[in-house]
């Protein structure tokens, strides 16, 4: 049993979700992961950026950052550089991660720097009403896209594959204990750890049931480190699978990497020591 | 370790070298940057020095990130860096307006190039000065530095980030190109000579659960800076672009904003005698004034120094601190002065200021970028200030 509870998470500010929100299930997954890995809250650094779900550090009773649009993961990046010893996740939704900060996503898997990033994609741009997102399917009617959205949705999961990530999961905010195992797994991650969670929005685009239709857990017999496996199933679109599609420990994450690094660097010879070689 | 990261000696050094040696020296241990001409070379020098330090250099994907990064790793505590130049400076607006709104510590080293748009990139330009002051959305102060030597970028550079953490704002170096790849003597002193201003820390230990929560913006009376807790510290902190309350938390309404702005504002005024820095030649019996900063500034000094010498009674203010503008000593001066000149590197964006504070002519000797402009055509604009 942990020490702690959910609720020592808990700020004291009342989310300004809609109430039905898939968000509020992933602010409750990610409070019951931090306590059962007992991280005590001021060890705990959440970053995020802008759009309804980056409003989700002033929720919580840890460090919070929330940006400006499109930034949480190098925001989060420097944090978790700043001090290696904090646990930073970085938070946000689909447009503020594949729109306007889709640009640091593969940076972020090229590194594999510490951090989990949760997406709590809802197909939408919820805050500004309604407009189409970069995951939005392609002929869409909405204010902004009257006569169906021209463009196709990206798939995230394929992206995050593609880009070399080292831990890539799916859950759905219906599934909200699964979703807390997944985002726990994230956590206990030593390398960057990208999870998609469909989270809709009920205001401007509810897919509960449509979500509860299709999508399913990965195969039992799922193996995490087939690259390949994970593509071809990562490609389905008519079923949508649940659970971690990529668990690759092999590499060294970011932080790791720096020490390495610096344990082998000789300084540059000073002057003086370059004169006395010379001298001897 | 620390000896490592002050090279205390006499060095023959470029101003771009000169500037990541005076982050080391004042601490610096991240940088997020993006290759740019002609800052690349305080990248490339950190890129080496910092993993010597304990420090972290990293390459971004863009400015945006380097910046966003920048002020994520102030918020976790360190003394964090960016450096640029004009195009660069346009990308990291956004941010910059974030630093200012969260009053998070950070240096942004701009090493001007002539502008506008990809303009002259390996070519020097001092047309971002404005860019400097108002690029960001809203109402604001920031502070700028425009060294005109390697040995004062060195200087200012740790004045920068002392400014930084004391008042917690952000600080740019408004270098160029002509000091960034001049070389010169530079003289580092040894590491107890460094100066090193403090971040005001919080003064009462973390609340607890039950207890009221911790108020991360409020300000102290006296400076209008609130002290700062980092990430890790035991604080609970929450940061946000929006208009915030005192605890930190969003509060959008009109009191709010205008009480939050007009005191970002005010902070650096009331502070500004420790802030300003400017240098005067010749003033006391000076009938006509040349301004000037930066790399036009060595024109300008040898301009009036000739013109001194030739008995023709003319004085130079050489700006240190851009911003905030050192308005009181223009306008002092001003009384006793008939007629000011400026010299800069673009075409008359310092001008307007000095317009702006006094009633007498200002005559500007102006160029777009791209070469230095001659003492010879500052000294022919104090010939004719003085035969008007």
Redesign the interface.
Known sequence: MSKRKAS?YQ???KPIWCPGCGDYAVLNALRQAFAELEIP???I?V?SGIGCSSRF??FL????????H??P???????????P??TVVAVGGDGDGFSIGG??I??AARRNIELPYIVMDNNIYGMTKGQPSPTTPRGTQRKASPYGSLEDPLNPIMMALAYGTTFVARAFSGQPKELAAIIKAALLHPGFAFVQVLSPCVTFRNTYQHYREITQPLPEDFDRTDLMAAMRLAQETETLYRGIFRQDESKLGYVQR?RE??AQ?K??A??DEVVEQYAR | MKERAVLTGKHFMSGDDACAEGALAAGCRYFGGYPITPSTEVAERLARRLPEVGGVYMQMEDELGSIASILGAAAAGARSMTATSGPGLSLMQENLGLAVMLELPCVLVDIQRGSPSTGLPTMAGQSDVMQARWGSHGDYSVVAYAPWSPQEIFDLTILAFNVADRFRVPVLILSDEVIGHMVERVVIPPAEQIPHWERKGPRQPPPALDEPPYRSFQADEDDLVPPIAHAGEGYRVHFTGLTHNEIGYPEITPETHDKLVRRLIAKIQRNADQIIRTEGYYLEDAEVVVISYGCTARSARRAVREAREAGIPVGFLRLISLWPFPETQIKDLACTVKEFIVAEMNLGQMRLEVERCVQRPVRGVHHAGGELITPERIRGAIQEAISR
């Open positions: 020592e700020s004291g500010v809250p001021h060890e650094a970053a550090p002033a009773n840890t460090y919070g950052f929330h940006g400006v499109g930034r993961l190098p925001l989060a990046t420097g944090m978790k550089v700043g001090n010893a904090l640009g640091h593969p940076h720096v690094m610096r660097v300084p540059l000073g002057v």
